[in-house]
């Protein structure tokens, strides 16, 4: 018969390799965050996973003369190449495990920016307004076009369902953007976008523009 404390110490072995098995398992993840008072949002933040699935935050006021502020939350999946390129521009980065900023005094702040990066075996993180890294640099305008697709998609969402003439001027800007490459995961924003095309009371011009930015983006 085995004796008590053995039993205790293969039971206590047994979890430890569970518990290393499920952190070996567990996705790793990249998370965004940026805080600038005077943008819209004023924060928000990007998490994705290396199975593709992310979240994304966002708080501020609903406008620069307003008090009443707006949170939005949001769970998607980002596709495979630009998963791919988050992961590659993160190693590159040396997985923010180093100060990332540049520290130059002289330069404008454009947000207090954060990246964190985490798996089984390694984390990192590093806060910066500048970064001289190119990797940082790329990592930081991909996160930001990210965030402006998924804005866009919030407002719309919004003036589809309280003020559809609005949807005009937010789709020209769209398009606009769409075509100096700065929206990406247009896919993310799908549903709203063929709400505002099957919606016959919204105005044909701007059904049509909802229609050709997924066309652009590859969607349909």
């Known amino acids: 018969m085995p004796h008590p404390l053995q039993v205790l110490c293969l039971l206590v072995l047994s979890l430890l390799l569970v518990h290393s098995q499920i952190e070996a398992q567990a996705p790793a993840t990249v998370t965004f965050t940026l805080d600038f008072p005077t943008s819209q949002p004023e924060h928000y933040s990007i998490r994705v996973q290396s199975d593709g699935s992310a979240r994304y935050e966002s708080s501020g006021r609903l406008s620069a003369d307003s008090d009443e502020t707006d949170s939005f939350d949001f769970d998607f999946t980002v596709a495979a190449d630009n998963r791919q390129k988050i992961f590659d521009l993160t190693a590159k980065a040396g997985y923010f495990q180093k100060d990332v900023d540049s520290h130059h005094k002289g330069l404008a702040f454009t947000g207090k920016k954060t990246l964190v990066y985490k798996d089984a075996r390694r984390s990192g993180e590093s806060t910066y307004n500048y970064s001289p890294s190119p990797a940082v640099q790329d990592l930081t305008s991909l996160m ?25 001027e937010e789709l020209k800007r769209m398009e606009d953007l769409a075509r100096s490459n700065q929206l990406i995961e247009v896919a ?5 976008l063929d709400r505002i ?9 701007t059904r049509a523009r909802a229609q050709r930015l997924l066309e652009h983006a590859g969607v349909r």
Do not use: M, W
């Open 188 to 192: 993310a924003i799908q549903p709203i």
């Open 144 to 168: 930001q076009s990210l965030s402006a697709t998924l804005e866009f998609g919030h407002r719309l969402q919004y003036d589809h369902h309280y003020q559809k003439l609005a949807l005009e």
């Open 197 to 205: 095309i099957a919606d016959p009371s919204v105005i044909n011009v």
